[in-house]
């Protein structure tokens, strides 16, 4: 036993294959110095495993958001959860279209769980709400909800190290009465089914004998609260279905059907060009779409929609046979009682900071239209910024030494670059200069507060729309890809409060152009560059940009066959 034992610290600092030979020459000993490093080797292991263990990240939405949040994460990095009441992805642009059966609600959506299908790690999908975020104890608590009564508790809870809130927001009724009772909405794709049922409702029971013709024109008069893009192109799809497939198979109530679009602005689609704006109202009379503009409604019944008229001070009524409300967005309730958590009860949404970290909370991301980017004001840091400038210390400014951190500030404070645009700049030094145009060769404190004062009326919050959130789900995924690499080499601009360099670039928003469908196969386009095109061509282009924004070929191939059978036999109508 005292050889075995010798043999055995003998061969402690040989490697194991050496061990492995002297086991062939060894008969009973060898098992025994074989045991012996076996087991040196293994507490490494066990240190190593708990040394790289994974940070959770907790993700909540299926949406623009937290689907591009995903599709990019290396989740080889991360124990990733994902958590949402619907286990589909959904093109929300694509809404409107469902509601005419131009396309069908399973060629538009992609089940979650073929999205989250990674080769270096995996994804945990967990269909359920989530009601509360703990955001003091690092706690997200969820209920599930099925029809069907299952077996054990529908309640759950799991913590995590990092959250990404992508929980999108609700349709919002400005506290209207009679909203929530007696309109359709076109926010999900639940939404979009159950107003295709609706419309094709209103033409069955127009036809039913015995109805007066005041009855059966009440029942085919369709409005549409809202005149943004949602409910324009609603209006443009709906005018298509009815005129090109329903006056087919309803002859008798042909001539009945009215379309009216009730707008509080002066203009519909007011957030695009002028131009294109005037177009659809042009296109709109055409179509004998009524529009009226200038009206907000303040209530609504199961049987008339009544409104005030702006500019006379009147309030009338209408008969309706469906209402569709589409006027814009408010915070989800979960969201509201995370704000009053961490200080930001007064506000209306979630503030993120430039990197979509939600400001009061360390390790909590907001993403998509449950959040905004509460853009930092650059007089807030002038000081610091002219005294990283000012590297001398003289209390002057040169031209050089403004040139030498213009760069990092223009990364840091995007309203600069806007400014010097609207402006018609061609440099940052074009600020430093007189009255007269003549350059500075210094300028102080003052005169560099001066220069910079008007640059912050350029900072805008961004549009709530799925180009914004999809945008947002890579930028925050490509971090924590790289959050470790950019510890020790960070990537981002100077720190003007502070010292050193943020470790990524802030968020920057690429707007890459907007459609607007106006129906009769003609839609509007604002692209980049100022650049506006309207018409035909303009329709194909959107069918081409559209296809190819699909999550998946299965989708993109549904998609177009879609549009070629609408094209070849008409709409569908059945009530399904």
């Not at 209207?176 to 069955?204: W, Y």
């Not at 549009?463 to 959050?483: D, E, H, I, K």
């Amino acid at each position: 036993m005292s050889f075995i034992n010798r043999a055995s610290r003998a061969l402690h600092g040989y490697p194991a294959s050496s061990k492995l030979l002297v086991l062939l020459t060894l008969s009973s000993g060898g098992i025994v110095a074989y045991a012996d490093s076996q087991s040196e080797t293994a507490a490494p292991t066990e240190l190593n495993q708990n040394e790289f263990k994974k940070k959770r990240v907790v993700v909540l939405g299926t949406g623009w958001a937290g689907t591009s949040f995903l599709k990019d994460l290396d989740v080889s990095s991360y124990d990733v959860q994902l958590v949402s009441p619907r286990n589909y992805f959904a093109f929300t642009p694509l809404l409107p279209s469902v509601t005419c059966g131009t396309v069908e609600a399973r060629s538009i959506s992609e089940p979650v769980r073929n999205i989250i299908k990674k080769r270096n790690g995996e994804i945990q999908f967990y269909e359920a709400e989530c009601v509360k975020i703990d955001a003091a104890n690092n706690k997200v608590f969820c209920k599930s909800h099925f029809e069907n009564n299952m077996i054990g508790s529908e309640d759950f809870s799991l913590e995590y190290d990092y959250l990404v809130v992508a929980l999108g927001a609700q349709v919002n009724t400005f506290n209207t009465p009679g909203v929530m009772e007696n309109c359709h909405f076109l926010k999900e794709l639940e939404d979009a089914q159950k107003l295709r049922r609706s419309v094709i409702d209103c033409f069955e029971k127009a036809s039913i004998p015995g109805l007066t013709e005041e009855e059966r024109r009440t029942n085919l008069h369709f409005v549409v609260v809202g005149g943004g893009p949602t409910g324009v192109e609603f209006a443009a799809e709906l005018h298509d279905f009815i005129q090109e497939d329903l006056v087919n198979i309803y002859p008798v109530v042909k001539d009945l059907v009215k379309i009216t679009l009730i707008q509080s602005g002066d203009h519909i689609l007011n957030m695009f060009d002028e131009r294109i704006s005037t177009f659809a109202e042009q296109k709109f009379q055409r179509d004998c779409i009524d529009v009226q503009t200038g009206c907000r409604v303040v209530c609504v019944s199961d049987k008339e929609i009544t409104m005030k008229v702006k500019s006379k001070g009147e309030v009338t009524s209408i008969p309706h046979g469906l209402v569709v409300w589409s006027t814009g967005i408010s915070t989800r309730p979960v969201v509201k009682d995370l704000m009053e958590q961490i200080g930001q009860a007064n506000r209306r949404v979630l503030a993120t900071n430039e990197w979509l970290r939600v400001k009061g909370c360390e390790n909590v991301y907001a993403l998509g239209d449950c959040a905004t980017i509460d853009q930092r004001k650059i007089m807030d840091d002038i000081a610091s910024i002219f005294k990283a400038a000012d590297k001398d210390n003289s209390g002057t400014l040169t031209v050089q030494e403004f040139q030498d951190v213009v760069d990092d500030i223009l990364v840091r404070y995007p309203q600069l670059e806007i400014y010097l645009k609207n402006k018609h700049l061609r440099d940052v030094k074009d600020l430093l200069k007189d009255p007269e145009g003549k350059d500075i060769k210094e300028v102080d404190i003052e005169g560099f507060k001066l220069a910079l004062s008007q640059v912050d009326s350029q900072a805008k919050s961004l549009p709530a729309t799925a180009q914004v959130a999809a945008q947002q789900g890579a930028y925050l995924s490509r971090c924590f890809n790289r959050r470790e690499h950019c510890k020790d080499n960070p990537e981002g601009p100077q720190r003007f409060v502070g010292a050193g360099r943020h470790s990524f670039a802030p968020f920057r928003y690429k707007h890459l152009g907007q459609f607007a469908p106006l129906g009769g196969e003609q839609a509007a386009a604002e692209l980049p560059g100022d650049w506006v095109s309207i018409g035909h061509s303009t329709q194909w282009l959107w069918y081409s940009v559209y296809a190819s924004k699909q999550v998946s070929w299965r989708t993109r191939v549904l998609l177009v066959s879609d549009w070629t059978r609408r094209f070849i036999f008409g709409r569908d109508s059945s009530r399904i």
